[in-house]
T-cell receptor, first 113, second 113 residues
Framework: NAGVTQTPKFQVLKTGQSMTLQCAQD?????MSWYRQDPGMGLRLIHY???????DQGEVPNGYNVSRSTTEDFPLRLLSAAPSQTSVYFC????????????FGDGTRLSIL | ELKVEQNPLFLSMQEGKNYTIYCNYS?????LYWYRQDPGKSLESLFV?????AVKQEGRLMASLDTKARLSTLHITAAVHDLSATYFC?????????????FGKGTHLIIQP
């Protein structure tokens, strides 16, 4: 019963490096999203997808790219890492029906030096 | 732009006491969620509230929604140490279906014996 799986759990990058945070879900959820969590800020939406081939920007999309080629996977790409992107990143998924709660992964703790 | 305000942001209380966390939001929405987060962990769904006057209870926690006042409350009855966590409310954007959530900054709750 995997749910939402995020990899890696921890990562340290240097400024300017690129990397991809992986997110996979096995619940056949149409909707997937990425949030970042910073101390005292709650969670802020980066990008989301309502189905394969469809993505849209959230509140803080700059510096991040996403794609959704399959229902199961929703990777988040950092194009050129900056210290301001040091954060905990959460992926979430849900059915595309009003009122269904989002299921969250365990998070990726990312530090950029 | 949807804004979500929680208060208090920090709460220290004794076991056995009652208290309420408030969540105000700025624009019309058709769904409100409450989540719990333990330190270093992911978010766990507690309640989904979809209509004016909705009330849901689970153990010592009860959540309610007043859509006219744009206010939700999370009431804790006879608190126990195990309820120590950070509690987030999150509001869905109006229009139905699944899309991103706007989170409050969270209420860090410590329950002392």
């Amino acid at each position: 019963n995997a749910g939402v799986t995020q990899t890696p759990k921890f990562q340290v990058l240097k400024t300017g490096q690129s990397m991809t945070l992986q997110c996979a879900q096995d619940m056949n959820h149409e909707y997937m999203s990425w949030y970042r969590q910073d101390p005292g800020m709650g969670l802020r939406l980066i990008h989301y997808s309502v189905g394969a081939g469809i993505t849209d920007q959230g509140e803080v999309p700059n510096g991040y790219n996403v794609s959704r080629s399959t229902t199961e996977d929703f990777p988040l790409r950092l194009l050129s890492a900056a210290p301001s992107q040091t954060s905990v990143y959460f992926c979430a998924s849900s059915y595309s029906i009003t009122g269904r709660p989002q299921h969250f992964g365990d998070g990726t703790r990312l530090s950029i030096l | 732009e949807l804004k979500v305000e929680q208060n208090p942001l920090f709460l220290s209380m004794q076991e056995g006491k009652n208290y309420t966390i408030y969540c105000n939001y700025s624009t019309t929405s058709d769904r409100l969620y409450w989540y719990r987060q333990d330190p270093g962990k992911s978010l766990e769904s507690l309640f989904v509230l979809l209509s004016n006057g909705a009330v849901k209870q689970e153990g010592r926690l009860m959540a309610s929604l007043d859509t006219k006042a744009r206010l939700s409350t999370l009431h804790i009855t006879a608190a126990v140490h195990d309820l120590s966590a950070t509690y987030f409310c999150a509001v869905g954007h109006s229009g139905g279906g699944a899309d991103g959530l706007t989170f409050g900054k969270g209420t860090h709750l410590i329950i002392q014996p």
